[in-house]
């Protein structure tokens, strides 16, 4: 299988992780300032704790509201990208390879930091780590991610070696 096809396979798992995470750990807003801070207006949230969608509805416009999309998408690109420079490891050398799996963790982490999921997973340590990344918006780190793993694939793509040697220099006669 090409690098190119497991970066795509890995991101779209990633992607589709992403969503059922997001799905599973989402919970209907009990309070009325609880339903605006997960995207819903006021006329939304009928008394009595409850919104006039269905769960399921619920989840899928504070998804779009609060702007999930760039996060997914962020995290997507980010273990893609990882997933590439697994594959191209062995002609890169383990130097590269760690430090490109590293710094694509590094953008994966910071994109779920910004999420609605950091809350959830904050047993881990997002809670701290989401706290730095307070006030940065999603679609500055959607475009961050986007270009260090476009930048980062390019690089490793280009350390082919033998493969695409320069010609030798000119001899010089003395």
Sequence with gaps: MSPRRIALAVALLAG???LGLSYLSFEMPQTAVAAEDCGFLPDEFVGAGKLTYERSQAWWVSFRRKEEVLSLLSVATALGFIGYALAVGRR?????????????GAMALSALCVSCLAPVLSVVGLGLAGSLLAGVPKWLIFVN???LSGWGALYLSGRRGP?????APPARGI
Excluded: F, K
Aim: glycine share 24%; hydrophobic share 50%; charged share 0%.
């Design 92 to 104: 890169n050398g383990a130097g590269a390879t760690a430090g490109a799996a590293l710094g694509g």
């Design 163 to 167: 493969a695409c040697a320069l010609p």
């Design 145 to 147: 991610t986007l270009l």
């Design 16 to 18: 589709l992780g992403y």
